[in-house]
């Protein structure tokens, strides 16, 4: 049974910080590359971070030089440091782990996501 657990979701002004975080269970997770991704209202789900097994990371435009993900093998948890945060940074926040073992197989899971709202 695979879970993906988001948490650190809240109520921030504009310039705060926030760190999410999600747990995993159920899978190697030092296999996996793992993601955060959002969705506001009315908005395609659209990806924020990811970090590689071996820790390359790749950024939205949008986020870059304000957030930084990051991961902790050992806890099984991934996390978003979240700087310098704008009104339209507002959405539902998931973590996703995707594994790809060949050309023909690939395991993709999401988490249950965690809302961050930026408004003063």
């Known amino acids: 049974q695979v879970q993906l657990v988001e948490s650190g979701g809240a109520l921030v002004q504009p310039g705060g910080s926030l760190r999410l975080s999600c747990a995993a269970s159920?899978?190697?997770?030092?296999?996996?590359?793992m993601g955060w991704y959002r969705q506001a209202p009315g908005k395609e789900r659209e990806l924020v971070a990811r970090?590689?097994?071996?820790?390359?990371?790749n950024y939205a435009d949008s986020v870059k030089d304000r957030f930084t993900i990051s991961r902790d093998n050992a806890k099984k948890t991934v996390y978003l440091q979240m700087n310098s945060l704008r009104p339209d940074d507002t959405a539902v926040y998931y973590c996703?782990?995707?594994?790809?073992?060949?050309?023909?197989?690939?395991?993709?899971?999401w988490g249950q996501g965690t809302q961050v709202t930026v408004s003063s």
């Open positions: 159920g899978i190697i997770f030092s296999f996996y590359s």
């Open positions: 996703n782990a995707n594994l790809r073992t060949s050309r023909e197989k690939e395991y993709d899971y």
């Open positions: 970090i590689t097994v071996s820790g390359t990371t």
